[in-house]
């Protein structure tokens, strides 16, 4: 049996995990002190994922770029073909707080969306 040790993200105590698998399975979590510990381990071991934030080019904006982010998580291995999506995209301003800037991000049905409003000059 193999044990993998993490430090959980799902509150803020940063709990130290230990996981047991077998193969690909789930045997066990310890360490953790609340229900969210077993849950991100259990996620992270089978299924990883993760919400990815980069920005974009903005033409005719007050400001040159926008902050933006995943609108859900999307898989951890799509994580570079997403960076690489975001690499080709400029957009107009007006741009405002949760606009949607690009629509099933990398085939991940997830789309990607503005967090700052940035007003045009």
């Given at each position: ?5 993490l430090?959980c ?5 940063g ?18 002190t ?47 073909d997403?960076?690489?999506?975001l690499?080709d995209?400029?957009i107009?301003?007006?741009v ?26």
């Amino acid at each position: 049996m193999e044990k993998v040790q993490l430090t959980c993200i799902g509150c803020p105590l940063g709990c130290p995990l230990t996981v047991e698998m077998e193969g690909k399975e789930v045997k066990s979590v310890t360490g953790n002190t609340c229900p969210n510990g077993e849950a991100y381990a259990r996620k992270e071991m089978t299924n990883p994922t993760r919400i990815v934030t980069s920005s974009v080019r903005v033409r005719g904006g007050i400001l040159n770029v926008v902050s933006v982010k995943t609108a859900s998580d999307i898989p951890k291995g799509k994580i570079f073909d997403c960076m690489r999506a975001l690499g080709d995209v400029d957009i107009s301003a007006p741009v405002t707080i949760g606009q949607v800037i690009l629509r099933n991000i990398a085939d991940t049905g997830v789309d990607v969306v503005a967090t700052k409003n940035v007003p045009a000059k």
